[in-house]
Nanobody
């Protein structure tokens, strides 16, 4: 099993920046893709970004392209989400998730989430 712990959330003014971190533990050698999702109040959880083991495959939701950057440090078993030019609509709980090599398309491991609040 893989355990994920997010950090770095907080309150920021519109136009500001935050960097989220997600530290993985447990069977980290099985991790294939790590991703970020978010859920705003009253809305369904949505995909934000993902990165595969090599870093060669990176995807972003259209709503964050050009503003967010995902990266990973495999030596530290950590994935980051650098969020710039934040908007009020980015306010949400951000979740880290992971897939494993044996089931590469299913995000089966999830963190507890970290709150990001952007004030306008």
């Amino acid at each position: 099993q893989v355990q994920l712990v997010e950090s770095g959330g907080g309150l920021v003014q519109a136009g500001g920046s935050l960097r989220l971190s997600c530290a993985a533990s447990g069977r980290t050698r099985t991790i294939y893709v790590m991703g970020w999702f978010r859920q705003a109040p009253g809305k369904e959880r949505e995909f934000v970004s993902s990165i595969n083991w090599t870093g060669a495959d990176i995807y972003y939701a259209d709503s964050v392209k050009g503003r967010f950057t995902i990266s990973r440090d495999n030596a530290k078993n950590t994935v980051y989400l650098q969020m710039n030019s934040l908007k009020s609509e980015d306010t949400a709980v951000y979740y880290c998730a992971a897939t494993v090599h044996g089931d590469p398309t299913r995000f089966g491991s999830w963190g507890q989430g970290t709150q990001v609040t952007v004030s306008s």
